[in-house]
């Protein structure tokens, strides 16, 4: 028996086509709900979710995390980044910025979890999802500390990860093989 929990993971994907509709604010609320309840070291929840649906910034954003990218050792990134088509949100409507406290007891681990909580409930209503770390080259130097001023986070936040969000252009069935030799049992 399969609930609608473990049917939403196992249904989920990572989207990358979207079309132009908006994601509504029913929807993000949705979400950030989801991601809200995640768990966190200690209760701490020093977590803070940022709603981009501004498309200037959207691309001001992909042009620096591009930039970014394109500098580091690795050959893979580099090439993606040097396309100029590419686009690091894949045209998505909306981006959700996860950013944690940088003093926070395990706020890596805390801002993972919210970020899953948001791919499964956007998956759960409907929406497309992608975990996007690209963005985090547009907060180096400079360039990072003005964008970090734009989006308004809190003094000591910085991101961690970002979800790019969206109506699915094509509803994914893709089901890639999974390891079956991963777990083991001690009794």
Not at 173 to 178: G, K, L, Y
Request: aromatic share 8%.
């Amino acid at each position: 028996m399969v609930n609608d929990v473990l049917a939403a993971i196992k249904r989920r994907r990572s989207i990358r086509a979207f079309t132009e509709a908006p994601v509504t604010v029913e929807e993000v609320q949705t979400v950030l709900e989801a991601a809200v309840y995640a768990p966190s070291a200690g209760n701490q929840q020093l977590w803070h979710f940022t709603v981009i649906q501004n498309q200037q910034l959207l691309a001001d954003l992909n042009v620096r995390a591009k930039a970014g990218a394109a500098q580091i050792d690795n050959e893979h990134i580099q090439q993606l980044a040097k396309n100029e088509k590419f686009n690091i949100f894949y045209g998505a409507s909306t981006v959700i910025l996860v950013s944690g406290k940088v003093d926070g007891m395990a706020i890596e681990a805390d801002c993972a979890a919210a970020t899953q909580n948001i791919l499964l409930a956007a998956e759960s209503i409907g929406l497309g999802a992608c975990w996007i770390n690209l963005i985090l080259f547009a907060f180096a130097g400079e360039a990072g500390k003005q964008f970090s001023q734009q989006l308004g986070l809190p003094p000591r936040y910085k991101p961690f990860y970002s979800v790019a969000l969206g109506h699915k252009k094509v509803d994914s069935v893709n089901i890639p093989h999974r390891k079956k030799d991963v777990v083991n049992y001690i009794k």
